[in-house]
């Protein structure tokens, strides 16, 4: 309860900051999509708010039940469960990918800026089967504010 009142609070100042405030804000993945971290109910959840202009596919195509393959990805909710540990560590979670429709377990930790705060801060996430040893991680970007902009004119 006390973390999710922490990311809410974070959330909230998330637009004035230049960097979103733990792992709550807008994170940009490689690809260039956009995704939001944010309370829902209890818990930490991960939304698609803006596709990659490079992606392949705008329906979540590769979804293991047929019937969700014509949903739109673009605010699709694609991790759920997560606890916040601190407003920079969360866990416990699952995320799923779009990509190939598969859901893996997952953590993610934000991390400051490197040394002169060049790069900005960074989302670690990391995406498993069974134990954390045996996944995959993913470094994320903060979003810039007028990248949305621009795709919200062009949609």
């Known amino acids: 309860m006390n973390g999710t009142l922490a990311c809410l609070a974070l959330a909230a100042l998330a637009p004035l900051a230049a960097r ?4 709550c804000g807008g994170w940009q993945d490689p690809t260039g999509s956009v995704i939001r971290i944010g309370p829902c109910s209890n818990q930490i959840c991960l939304w698609l708010i803006r596709l990659s ?5 705008t329906t979540d195509m590769h979804n293991p039940d ?6 739109a990805l673009c605010g699709l909710k694609i991790g759920s469960g997560f606890a916040l540990r601190d407003p920079a560590h969360a866990s416990g979670g699952t ?9 893996y377990r997952g953590s993610m930790s934000a991390v400051g800026a ?3 705060g060049a790069q900005g801060e960074k989302l670690e996430l990391r995406g ?3 134990i954390p040893l045996f996944g995959v991680s993913e470094t994320w970007g903060t979003h810039s504010p ?10």
């Open 146 to 155: 007028s990248l949305l902009k621009s795709s919200r004119r062009r949609e």
């Open 95 to 103: 995320l799923y990918d779009p990509k190939t429709g598969k859901t």
């Open 128 to 130: 498993y089967f069974g």
């Open 114 to 116: 490197s040394a002169g």
């Open 20 to 23: 979103p405030a733990g792992v």
């Open 53 to 57: 202009p490079s992606a392949t596919a």
């Open 66 to 71: 047929p019937g969700l393959r014509h949903r």
